[in-house]
């Protein structure tokens, strides 16, 4: 195990330096980078949101419009294939997902089939255009009536479409705005993900996005006052539509289309030479072209109308024919309406209305925050666990912190050369990492420090100190990666990039962790050859101990038992704080421009828009407040005018640091997926721990997993701590690191096992548990000493996260103890087959055996 070959040594060394390399760019200035080669990497880690500002929204496409505006279309196109054919029907309508119609001459059923047959033609739906798919199904449920449906395949080809074309849509209006490195991907059937990294204007892009912007240019019916038209009934062929000013105007418009935007090639913002305000001038196609001309020079004298989704823009009298092809549309624009209006037409109209269902925009100001504070913690988490590492191992420790630095480079390295995106959890994982990395570490020393203390030579003691514990490190950390893997699979947003983290860690923690420390340690005893181990200059446990752990499981037992009881019955009757992500509504971050927040005054203003449950609290730094509004029931479109309703109130003395909307359809989505996350991970643990031990240990290690969780649910409950996305990572977190300790505790107690076939159990137990007392607790110091500096210095938007992780850590250590261990005797894993062993068992459980710590 200690000896590496020249190959070996130097690709061990490669992986570091590739490590650094990539690295590098994320601390060194990129002025740096200009004059080196193409080939050298350059590029740093993408910033997420909430670390650099800007803007995530999730928007969903109308399911229902798409098929009703198809119902419609395939109503006009029955009317007018039956009408071509001189065939008389009657009852043309549409009802749910079909059109049906009557026709009145049952002898002409089968002409009038044969011409709606043109309707049921295939259409292309496959993959590359290898495939067809049938739209409509034709039926006759009783004698005459004909009834074309929807088939569902067909309408998921036109919601397929229907996403494609706005994802278009949306890329080319966000382009518009000169943004940098804005992201549009389909998301699910019905979807489209938007993030806008540095946008201060989230309002200006939920407006753009929002607008289906379908323009027509239509005429105005002026045989009659529009008033007169709504007191009674418009002409056939007309409606009556609104202008957009204040207050509205009606206008009664003829329905037919004289040209719409489709024909637009062109749209500028201007301003009008004559009264110097600001228009938007348009250019149309060629065929646009020839009928806005037709139509003007044969409406001369007649006003016509400019309509943008079902309102008038404007409706200017045609003095003279408009032959040029071009024209300008004025309507009491400001400067940046008109380029917004521009933006629209050229980015061209959405196939259908897109909903925004989840918002989550960070301002650029709490984005720096996050990254100083992200800093500090992980410099003040790195600088405890060094010291901690080097006085509790000495030159062992300076291996151990060479190889985490290592580590972090790595982790830097991957994330950089994938590409991905590090966001405020993802640097939780990152100092998570360091606290856990030093968990294989421990392992090894500690039984290199057993080896050496049962008489073996230094070398040997070594050697058989890596090689023992290789199975436990692998699996300890494939338990976490179990967990990280099904968190990223099941979570979204933060979360994913939390797992992606944690996964990658893993990896490189198992390389760096126990490849290089044994390189090291390699290379240190074959050059200075020495005698004994370096000395530890602090003894966190004494080297033999003989505490008896299994005479105190029926205590631990009662206690758990009491507490996992009252957590389930608090979380039953005292509902815990949840957050806008399972339960919907808006959560608003303001900071006060001059002196602290006022609190009282802020829940005054906002009471009179009557938001229903409205909660105001001071979220750390005293100029900073928490606004949460409840959900509204009016659905998506309510919830998104809460944030304006607020922004009108506050936006004059607060600036907007932070804003979340989740509808309820995200919210139900986000608790379902929650849950199962939880439960797969335990399911698929429960698995690999039974495969590679027994089931008693599989069912130990879950029901001991179970306690934790309850156990941290209940800490949710009792401590108010508001329950959003980033607790289910913490608590899918917890799990992978209770699994962890238990795993090591079972993996000695397995090795017992199998060394001493006569011990009875309870004494075994407590001769394992005393011989991983000093490990156990190693790692879980400094676990807590990176979550408590990421506690302190973090910043306040992960706070409750890493207050989580603190409380799970003591927790697991505890249960991985008292709980885990002692489960074993309750399974019988090791029944009293001899009066002998009974005996012992009986002695153990008065308190008078004695205990040996020395295996």
Known sequence: MLYFSRLQTILIWLAVALGVAYAAPNVLPQSYFSSLPSWAPSQPMTLGLDLRGGSHILLQLDRQEL?????????????????????????????????QVRIRDTAEVEAARQAL?????????????????????????EPGLLRLTLTEEGIQYRLSSALEQSIEVVSRRINELGTTEPVVQRQGDDRILVQVPGLE??????DLLGQTARL?????????????????RPPAGTSVMYSMDEPSVPYLIEDRIIVSGENLIDAQATFDQQTNEPVVSFRFDTRGATRFGQATQENVGRLFAIILDGQVISAPQIREPILGGSGQISGSFTVQSANDLAVLLRAGALPATLTVIEERTVGP???????????????????????????????????AVVALTANICMIIAILSGLGATLTLPGIAGIVLTMGMAVDSNVLVFERIREERASGRSLIHAVDAGFSKALTTIVDANVTTLIAAVILFYLGTG?????AVTLAIGIVTTVFSAYTLTRWMIAEWVRRRRPKELP????????????????????????????????????????????????KGGSSIEVQSREGPADIAEIRSSLSVLDLGDLQVQEFGDPREALIRVQAQEGGEEAQQAVIDQVRSVLEADYDFRRVEVVGPTVSSELARAGTIAVL???????IYIWLRFEWQFALGAILATMHDVIMTIGFFVITGIEFNLSSIAAILTIVGYSLNDTVVVYDRIRENLRRFKKMPLPQLLDMSMNQMLARTLMTSVTTLLALVALYAFGGEVIRSFTAAMIFGVVIGTYSSIFVAAPLLILFRMRPAGTTEEAGAAKKEDQGTGEIAAKG
């Open 67 to 99: 098929v009703a505006e198809r119902l419609n279309s395939v109503r006009d196109d029955v009317r007018r294939l039956l009408r071509d054919e001189r065939i008389g029907y009657t009852g043309l309508s549409t009802a749910g997902q079909a059109v």
């Open 535 to 582: 000395r530890f200059p602090l003894q966190v446990v004494p080297v033999e101990t003989g505490i008896r752990f299994m005479w105190l499981r029926r205590f631990a037992f009662t206690l758990s038992a009491v507490a996992s009881i009252g957590a389930l019955a608090l979380f039953a009757t005292v509902n815990m704080n949840y957050g806008i992500d399972f």
């Open 117 to 141: 047959d043109e309707l049921l033609q295939p259409v292309t739906g496959g993959l590359f255009g290898s495939g067809s798919l049938r739209e409509l199904a034709l039926s006759e449920p």
């Open 680 to 686: 797969v991970s335990l399911l698929a643990i429960l």
């Open 201 to 206: 204007d989230p309002e200006r892009l939920k």
């Open 365 to 399: 100001g709490l984005g720096q925050d996050s990254i100083e504070a992200g800093q500090i913690a992980s410099i003040i988490g790195a600088a405890l666990v060094v010291l901690f590492m080097v006085a509790a191992y000495g030159l062992l420790g300076i291996f």
């Open 216 to 232: 027509t240019f239509q005429m105005v019916d002026q045989s009659m006052p529009a008033q007169e038209a709504i007191d009674g």
């Open 494 to 498: 933060p979360v994913r990039g939390f």
